[in-house]
């Protein structure tokens, strides 16, 4: 028996991730073979499900609660990157594919029930599902033009506060760009 079908909600938990984005497309056959890889898991609010610069990549199917993909620099300062709820997922596969760590990392903004399996697993039933997989890695890469979107316009905010920063750390720069009266940061 799968781990999900002896948990006690078993039965509205196979709803909801029958709805899931990625999910809702399966066949009967594709989901019976799918469903023993699952675990489901509830994570606290403020909890770490993946960590940026690791190596340990799994896919995330959200059940209930609410994600976030940030990314930090070496200070520590956080940007947020995308948050994901219900229905919605998180993974790591473009990283995985990529041989690379993982460039964020996801967190729990909200008490958060999510299905999970491993990477390796994730990208073998892909493999033998190519249509599954080109749904899914379509949503990948919306995921990530989404996130560029964001990420250029967090850029564009901060341009004034970019370039005071640059005049401050360049003093040789031309006295033209060092008159300009940039607003304070």
Same mark, same amino acid.
């Given at each position: ?24 497309? #399966? *066949?009967?056959? +594709? !989901?019976?073979? $799918? ?5 489901? /898991? ?74 999970? #399996? *491993?990477?390796? +697993? !994730?990208?073998? $039933? ?5 249509? /599954? ?53």
């Amino acid at each position: 028996m799968t781990q999900l079908a002896l948990h006690p909600q078993s039965k509205i938990i196979r709803l909801q991730l029958r709805q899931n984005m990625v999910l809702k497309n #399966l *066949s009967v056959a +594709q !989901w019976n073979e $799918f469903e023993p890889l699952l675990e489901i /898991i509830d994570y606290a609010k403020g909890e770490t499900l993946e960590l940026q610069g690791t190596h340990a990549m799994e896919q995330y199917f959200i059940i209930d609660g609410i994600l976030k993909r940030t990314v930090a620099n070496a200070q520590g300062k956080e940007m947020i990157l995308r948050f994901a709820a219900e229905s919605d997922i998180d993974t790591s596969y473009a990283a995985w594919r990529l041989k690379t760590p993982m460039p964020y990392s996801i967190r729990a903004v909200t008490r958060v029930r999510a299905a999970k #399996l *491993s990477m390796l +697993q !994730w990208a073998a $039933f892909l493999e033998r599902h190519a249509k /599954i997989k080109g749904e899914f890695e379509l949503e990948v890469m919306k995921l990530m033009s989404e996130v560029m979107a964001h990420t250029i316009t967090l850029h564009l905010l901060d341009a004034p506060g970019r370039v005071q920063r640059l005049c401050a750390n360049t003093p040789n720069l031309p006295s033209a760009c060092r008159k300009r009266n940039w607003p304070p940061i």
